[in-house]
């Protein structure tokens, strides 16, 4: 066992849905439990391969320059090499084929790492196994992760709830029997708390794509507006008691899981640069809420 990988805090964690499959160097149990080894995890903290195509110069030398939006990454593959200590043979069994439970679904990776606490959405590719028969430790196991989406998300997320900064029931009141204005005149509550704003920040290495979740009733549908951007997300249709989600990684609107991104009047899907902000602009009227969620995250 590498002794390292037990010092709290440090760990890892396979996620299937909301079940824990698995941990990996366990705090409440030094002597039975799955433990990182000296090999440690591959992939993990390093850059996946880039796929960018270089096109050399006719005249001149190298190729031609490749502007940021080209550099993109392929899938990140990560390789956690481990060991399995039991009680007895059917204990150790029993540790190892936990992982077993996470066939055919989608899963995530989380390792904590000292202040760093990230994780990686994807699927159990392979389990390498090289058995020496020992009945109560197995030290030659490998798990490989798959991951389709590269970057490292934090497991932290920073969540926000806008609600409409004015009430939609109140304006201008022409009195009983439309007989001219009313006094004092009524424009409708403000919000002087700004519960319509917020600001997104991103301390990762990578730009973060953040999800609205937007929970109605909203009869005209919901405008968002990013100030500084010249950019909105506009959903012309009602929403009710299902939420519509707005994915600024896929780019898309869904409802109960079905794309409805044919109802955007205006598709500003934003991300949030490394080491920066995007501020969040509520413009609606209605009695629901938006949740903006975004994570700080890393490639």
């Known amino acids: 066992m590498n002794d390292l990988w037990t010092l709290s805090p440090r760990y890892g964690e396979l996620w299937a849905g909301d079940e824990l499959v698995c941990r990996f160097n366990p705090a409440d149990s030094s002597d039975r439990g799955l433990y990182i080894t000296a090999n440690g995890v591959e992939g993990w903290d390093t850059l996946p391969d880039a796929k960018v195509e270089l096109h050399e110069r006719g005249q001149g030398d190298g190729a031609h320059d490749v502007p940021e939006t080209d550099i993109l990454y392929s899938a990140r593959t990560v390789t956690v090499h481990y060991e399995a200590v039991g009680y007895s043979r059917a204990d150790l069994l029993s540790l190892m084929r936990r992982i077993n439970t996470a066939a055919h679904r989608s899963c995530r990776l989380r390792m ?33 992760f798959v991951c389709p989406r590269p970057e490292r998300l934090s497991w932290d997320a920073r969540r926000f709830q806008l609600v409409p900064a004015w009430d939609a029931g109140l304006g201008l009141s022409y009195g009983s029997g439309d007989a001219g204005l009313a006094y004092p005149l009524s424009y409708g509550r403000s919000a002087v708390d700004a519960r319509n704003v917020c600001t997104l920040v991103n301390n990762g290495s990578s730009r973060a794509y953040p999800v609205f979740t937007v929970q109605g009733p909203w009869p005209d549908g919901v405008q968002l507006t990013f100030p500084g951007r010249d950019m909105s997300l506009d959903y012309s249709q009602a929403v009710g008691s299902v939420p519509l989600v707005l994915d600024s990684r896929s780019r898309a609107a869904s409802i109960g899981g079905l794309d409805v991104s044919r109802n955007l009047r205006q598709r500003g899907f934003p991300t949030v640069p490394p080491g920066g902000s995007v501020a969040v602009n509520l413009q609606s009227v209605g009695d629901g809420y938006v949740t903006v969620e975004c994570r700080d995250t890393y490639m």
């Open 112 to 144: 904590v790492d000292g202040d760093e606490d990230t994780y990686c959405e994807g699927y159990v590719a392979q389990m390498g196994r090289n058995s020496r028969w020992n009945p109560l430790l197995e030290n030659d196991l490998t798990l490989h």
